[in-house]
Every structure is written in C-alpha cells, then in structure tokens.
C-alpha cells in the first residue's frame, strides 16, 4: 500500500538534521519505548507487523510525529488490537498516574 | 524532524502508562527492558562494524569472504545479531562511493552498528538520499568528485548493508585494534570517509 512511508524521492523534506555527538535515546521515555517494543516484538508480534503498525498511522499523524512517537503509536495500536490492553484501561491508568502526580 | 503537538510531558506519562499497566499484566518484566535499553546504550555499537571492517583491511582472505558473503563473515566473527541476519557488505574504492539509506522507515544493522542516528530516521535524509546523493553527502562535509560513482543501497527489513570504507594511506603499521579505532559509524553508512591518525600516536602499535 502506497503511504507517507514510502518517501524514497520525495521533495521538500529540507536538510538532514545532523546532531554532534548524540545520545542513543533522546528521553527515557524513547529508551522505554525502544525496548517495550523490542520485547513485545520478540514474543507476541513479528516485527514486520510492528512496522506495518506504524505504517498505518494516519498520514497526517505520520508527518508530524517524532520517530519514536510512532513506535509507540505502533507499540499501542498492536497492543490494543491483540487485547493485551485496552484502550480504556490505558486512559484511566494515563488519568490515575497524572493525578498522583499532583 | 518534525515538532510534534504533543507535549514531552504528556507522552512521557502515556508512556508510563503502559509500561505499568503491561508489567502488571506479566506481558513485559521491568528487568528485561533495563537490560534492553542498557545492551544498545553501551554494548551494541559502532565498535562491532569497526572490528569486522578492520579484519577486512588486515585479511585479504577475510575480506573476500566479507565481500562474497557478508552474512556468513560476520558470523565467524560472533557478531551476528538480531535486525542483522542477513547482511550484504559493499566496498568503497576509489571510483566507486557506497550510501546506505532505508527510504521506508529505518532498516539498519542493529547488531553491528547500534540503533541509527537521527539523521538516519529523519525524513529528509530518507528522502534525498536516493536522488540527490552528492548534496546530501556535501552536508555531511563529504566531497564526491563526479568521476566517482555513487551507489546508493535501499534497506529493507530482510537484508541489511554495511559499507566497507577505503582504509586511509599512512596506516599500513597500525595494528587491526588500533585500525578498528579509527572507524566511525558514519564510515560504515556511507556518510564519511576513514582519516589517518592526525600525528603517529601511542595506537600506532
């Protein structure tokens, strides 16, 4: 299927963001990310289907995501789809974490 | 790469989210993803490339091998890994000038090289880098001439590439541990090319 992935030749993309000296995650939350979907991918879904996941972000989404957002756009719409989790339980437990926080 | 509308905070709280909500389900352990995060922040790097290219300047018959089947290489060198299965290796000469890119998302040999730089993932890079190799090249300070051919490689989930740069004039005494320090992870992609130490040194063993 055709899609903002395939970006081989595309224009207007600008210059190639070279970063000096950088770091393997940006965030703990990238590393977290990283390897939520490294051991998920290793035993519940190959990892072709992890990046078709990702592939399925709307484009608009896609364009406009950092990389490891869409990982975890992937990471969330498998997990959801083969009922680890649902999406219900991860907004209440995104509401029961913010409010701890205060 | 692009800004997103989300905010850090926030992600960072859906991440916790779900990292807490699949550790209480069994499906993930908290102690696996430390070690998975620490095996590609300090294990997993660069410096497995730069031991296989090293050997291939040092062992004309390694070399060959490398060449002729870069999977089969690098596994007698311990080096295969997960995202590395299968791997073509491409030589730069001086006519020819060999670019890894992976224009559908991010393909790269994790086991050999590490987790890729932004730059690879970004989206201009992904983009240019088939069509306007030179000038991509240019920013990365590296000037092709034009009577030297450029080959750019397009990654894939199944096969991955290594670039096996030119070893620099000037290093014919150095050691293969004192050569595999002088190769850098761009070298390997395609974005840079191997310098001589700047004056001979204590790695010139």
Not at chain 1, 34 to 63: I, K, Q, W
Not at chain 2, 23 to 40: C, F, H, S
Not at chain 2, 81 to 91: P, T, Y
Not at chain 2, 121 to 150: H, M, N, T, W
Request: glycine letters at 6%.
């Amino acid at each position: 299927m055709n899609g903002p992935h395939d970006m081989g030749g595309m224009h207007g993309m600008g210059p190639i963001p070279i970063e000096a000296d950088e770091s393997v995650f940006h965030s703990q939350w990238e590393a977290k990310v990283f390897a939520m979907s490294f051991a998920t991918f290793c035993n519940y879904f190959p990892v072709d289907e992890t990046r078709h996941a990702s592939e399925r972000m709307p484009p608009g989404d896609y364009l406009t995501s950092s990389y490891y957002e869409r990982w975890l756009y992937a990471l969330e719409l498998l997990i959801t789809e083969h009922n680890l989790v649902t999406p219900e339980e991860i907004e209440q437990r995104i509401a029961k974490l913010s409010q701890e926080e205060y | 790469m692009p800004h997103s509308h989300h905010s850090e905070s926030d992600i960072a709280l859906r991440v916790r989210a779900i990292e807490s909500l699949l550790a209480e389900k069994g499906i993930i352990d908290p102690a696996t993803l430390d070690a998975i995060i620490d095996a590609y922040e300090h294990r997993i790097g660069p410096h497995n490339g730069a031991r296989i290219v090293a050997k291939a300047w040092v062992s004309y018959d390694y070399k060959q091998r490398l060449l002729a089947d870069g999977t089969s290489a690098i596994a007698e060198l311990g080096l295969t890994g997960f995202s590395s299965e299968h791997m073509v290796v491409v030589e730069n000469t001086p006519q020819v000038h060999n670019l890894v890119v992976c224009t559908l998302c991010s393909c790269y040999p994790w086991a050999i090289l590490g987790l890729p730089p932004t730059w690879y993932k970004s989206f201009a890079y992904r983009s240019r880098a088939v069509i306007e190799p030179r000038k991509v090249l240019q920013e990365f300070g590296l000037d092709i001439p034009d009577e030297v051919e450029i080959r750019v490689w397009d990654s894939n989930a199944d096969l991955r590439y290594l670039v096996l740069p030119e070893r620099p004039s000037g290093t014919e005494d150095m050691s293969e541990e004192a050569l595999a320090d002088l190769v850098t992870r761009n070298a390997m992609i395609g974005t840079a090319k191997v310098y001589p130490p700047r004056s001979p040194s204590t790695i010139t063993a």
